[in-house]
């Protein structure tokens, strides 16, 4: 009887195993490319927007991954010098984030290249102007987001991604 238990019991951790790896690959996979503010400089990487938007979005019911593909400092040049490593095919959505750095640093703005390109394979962009960073709660250095800024904005960002997806 006993072996009979523990058998039904690992039958079930099996299935549930598998459902949820199962609802893991149907997962809409989204990825946040961008600057220091995608990256979440000054933060924990759970506490950039990425994350939270993942989350706030999975409270919701909705099976998506928000992949954090931020790299201070970086800018539209770097990001479209790497967009095809950073965003994968299947990729549903991209929500890009140019930052200021390509004004601070002298280097021309790509954006409309970064655009251009995934728009060509399918991908729906969901442009994070820095103007969508105004009014929120700022470190001291008047740049990159708090923790309540980048949840606040993730809040913001919540229903644009959900429709894009198609969810």
């Given amino acids: 009887m006993r072996a009979l ?45 990425p994350a939270q938007l993942e989350s706030i979005l999975r409270a919701k019911g909705l099976n998506v991954r928000i992949v954090n593909a931020g ?3 970086d800018t539209t040049e770097g990001m479209l010098q790497r967009l095809d490593r950073a965003v994968p095919n299947g990729t549903r959505a991209v929500i890009l984030q140019p930052g200021g750095n390509d004004r601070r640093k002298g280097s021309p703005d790509r954006t409309a290249d970064i ?6 394979r399918g991908i729906t962009v969901i442009m994070l ?8 709660p700022h470190q001291p250095d008047g740049v990159h987001l708090t923790p309540e800024g980048y949840h606040m904005l993730a809040e913001q960002l919540a229903s644009q991604v959900s429709g894009a997806i198609g969810r």
């Fill in 129 to 136: 102007a820095n103007g969508m960073l105004g009014g929120l």
């Fill in 5 to 49: 238990r523990f058998g039904l019991i690992g039958c079930l951790a099996f299935l549930a195993a598998f459902i949820l790896g199962a609802a893991s690959a149907d997962a809409a996979t989204v990825v946040a490319l961008g600057a220091s503010n995608t990256y979440g400089k000054g933060v924990a990487r759970n506490q950039a927007y």
């Fill in 115 to 120: 655009q251009s390109r995934l728009s060509a």
């Fill in 71 to 73: 790299i201070n400092g």
